[in-house]
């Protein structure tokens, strides 16, 4: 049975296209499972770049204006590398029907067994429609005050529409004392932290690469913390029980007083 996994951001800059793209890697390549990585980002659009499919004849904005007369099958690609994607155009683009996107979806789950969407930052209309599609969100932020902020808002969406969260990812740590801790993280948006990327510039290097991280530096700190998501998603999928993360915490300094007082405020008025 196929299943559609949401990668939800409250904010842009947190890591969203990244996690998919890595994810999405490690499946299908290292799990060789039948997976699709979707860019439902259309007017930000980033993961083609980050995949090294630049400039496609068709995209999903093509199949969202013209549903009727063209197929989502005609617009999934196979990367240099192996991997398959349904891409965006990166040029400005007209005006599309958005709220077609759970038809114009259906027939992949015919193809794949695992689809991931790599939805647009923030909370607009186009984020919504992704969490509405998608059978489990995870979100992702970095451990900041306002990413963290921003992430318990998309959590608080994702919960009015009865979407079942897995889990946080927390992206970006790098354990200096003015980031939030995972305890803290988990206490605001009220749901676990089921991985902690670290930064990495193998990432960066990748980017430029136009390849995910998995492939260019499969060693990498940032590529292993990537590859225990996969194994806990992967065991959540078989047990359907949330099994303990497995993630190595880059110590980060834990403050009271103001800060950990407005955590408790913020997380009161979930």
């Known amino acids: 049975m196929s299943k559609i996994i949401g990668i939800v951001s409250g904010k842009g800059g947190v890591g969203k296209t990244t996690t998919v793209a890595n994810l999405g890697t490690i499946f299908s390549r290292e799990y060789k499972t039948k997976t699709v990585m979707v860019d439902a980002n259309l007017f ?14 068709t995209t999903l ?35 599309v029907k958005y709220s077609k996107i759970g038809p114009v979806l259906k027939p992949l789950r015919e193809m794949f067994d695992l689809i991931i969407l790599d939805s647009a930052p ?19 932020t970095t451990p900041d005050l306002p990413s963290v902020t921003d992430t318990l808002k998309a959590a608080r969406v994702t919960e009015e529409f009865k979407i079942p969260i897995i889990g946080v990812v927390v992206n970006r740590v790098q354990g200096h004392k003015h980031e939030l801790s995972i305890q803290e993280i988990e206490r605001t948006i009220g749901h676990k932290v089921i991985a902690v990327i670290p930064e990495d510039e193998h990432v960066r290097e990748a980017i430029s690469a136009r390849k995910p991280a998995a492939l260019h530096s499969p060693n990498c700190s940032a590529t292993k913390a990537f590859r ?21 915490e880059v110590t980060a300094f834990s403050r009271q007083g103001f800060l950990s007082r407005l955590l408790q405020l913020l997380r009161f008025y979930r």
């Open 44 to 57: 930000t659009t980033n993961l083609g770049i980050h995949l090294g499919l630049l400039d496609p004849p």
């Open 122 to 140: 923030g909370l607009s209309h186009e984020t919504e429609f992704v969490m509405k599609v998608s059978d489990q969100i995870i979100l992702v």
């Open 61 to 95: 904005q093509d199949v969202l204006r013209a549903p009727n007369v063209l197929s989502i099958k005609k617009v999934v690609y196979t990367t240099v590398d192996g991997l398959q994607v349904v891409p965006c155009t990166i040029s400005l683009s007209q005006k």
């Open 228 to 248: 225990k998501l996969a194994q806990y998603l992967q065991d959540f999928e078989s047990t359907m029980q949330p099994p303990e993360p497995r993630f190595e």
